[in-house]
């Protein structure tokens, strides 16, 4: 019997960060009869949200609200749009954060976790210890 | 009652590039505590891959064999890795080609399905109509 152990939860969701969600969400319902969410305004995160759900998970499509959203530099490297992060579902944001730095995985800004989109603990990894990859990590009980 | 009209399936998985998938998968059982598969070599598709599971979707880290694999063009132009494409799953490809078509959006190579890394059918969707983002669709009954 094959045993699994598994600290990370469920995938939550992969951000995609777009010049527009309008045309972006527009595309996700009309090609892929995708259903998507009513459009908010996250003002502390400097960005606007669709939510694109799929019954596993979703995407979340991402535009930003100002020039100095974080969305807005990764729009100026990729001005088409592109993914930007995914975010695994954690229990215990203390002891995921022991455990990462206990094999010298970094955590981006003061290490600390923030208030998130969702209104959830989060803590965003260092894409050079994940291949290039942002993980978001997001304490949900 | 909130109505859900919904024709891609499940997201199957998110496919990362990757220069080694053993220091990547090394890194996400590591830090993360993620349950990753045995290595499997594509020798049609060019890639090495091992899949990173989720309780809800997987992560599926793709590393090239050649250079003339599709994943080495990408590496090429992000040498640390980074997330390649979303696969959701639909459960006739015919029906959603004809869809993608009226609303005017691509599908690469000469339009038809081909044999995917999992053996199933799968067209690949173009990035430009999807605020560049590739996706691919697999045929899943």
């Not at 152990?5 to 009309?30: E, R, T």
């Amino acid at each position: 019997m094959k045993e699994i152990i598994s600290s990370v939860g469920k995938l939550n969701h992969i951000a995609i960060a777009v010049p527009s969600i309008q045309i972006a969400s527009d595309m996700w319902k009309k090609a892929l009869g995708a259903n998507i969410s009513a459009p908010q305004i996250l003002t502390d995160h400097g960005v606007k949200v669709i939510f694109v759900e799929a019954p596993n998970t979703k995407v979340e499509l991402l535009e930003p609200l100002n020039e100095n959203s974080p969305i807005s530099r990764f729009l100026e490297k990729n001005p088409n749009g592109g993914m930007h992060h995914i975010c695994y579902e954690v229990k215990n944001l203390k002891s995921a954060s022991k455990k990462l730095e206990a094999v010298g995985a970094r955590i981006l800004g003061d290490g600390l976790p923030k208030i998130g989109a969702h209104g959830n603990p989060v803590i965003f990894l260092n894409p050079k210890d994940f291949s290039g990859t942002l993980i978001e990590l997001e304490e949900i009980e």
